[in-house]
């Protein structure tokens, strides 16, 4: 997996966008490090974790997707996932600018859309449809089970259950690390089916408490279509 090309892509953009990028890199770079050596999906030894027991290295519990929703329709446009009036219901943001075509797009994530704020120096919100695994990763990498197994492996710090209201049949989970999270970096991973995930994604650095607040709003804006699709 090219990591760095994904890093450095969009470098003479503006800071809200470098972060963004950023970001988005970072947090697929965290599945695609769990398991995968010279883009060959592995399982690799875990990092011993006391939570883990006595139970096998390769076994991880997390919780089942009950409501499988199907993302394909909106593959080629992920913006249309999130509707304009709940948009400007969570601040004034330009157009979606959608991404199909970037390595994080194409080699580690999925199609994603993202929206800054017309602000100089606004939050970011985006969302992204997590495909690529579903094709490239090994059994236990991929869906939900890649970021549960990614934190058993210490891969980052921070993974915190989530119910989205109106959804339970699809589990979530804020996961990366502490750190950028508590700097207002936050990114809500939720179930579509075993092995697709649908990521919302807010960069608040002027408000962490309310980016992960925000991040589950647009999770649950973008189940809503999906479920109103399906």
Known sequence: MDFFRACTIERKVGGIVMRSVLAWALLVAFLAGCGEKSGVPTIEEPVPDASAGAQSPDHVDFP??????????YLKNPCRLIAKKF?????????????LESPIAKD????RCSW???EP?????????????REVAAD???????????????????LQPLVIPGHPGNPAVIAGMAEDINSG??????GLSDDVTLTS???????????CRVAQEVAAAALDTLQGAN
């Open 64 to 73: 089942k997707v009950k409501t499988i929703l199907d993302p394909e329709r």
């Open 87 to 99: 948009l400007s219901s969570i601040g004034e943001y330009g157009r979606g600018e959608p991404d």
């Open 108 to 111: 580690l994530g999925g199609p």
């Open 116 to 118: 800054y704020s017309v």
């Open 121 to 133: 120096g606004g939050p970011s919100v985006s969302v992204m449809i997590g495909t690529v695994r």
């Open 140 to 158: 236990g990498f991929k869906g939900l089970e890649a970021l549960y197994r990614g934190k058993s492996m210490g891969q980052f710090d921070h």
């Open 185 to 190: 970096t936050c990114p809500v991973t939720v």
């Open 201 to 211: 994604m807010v960069i608040n650095q002027d408000d962490p408490q309310g980016a």
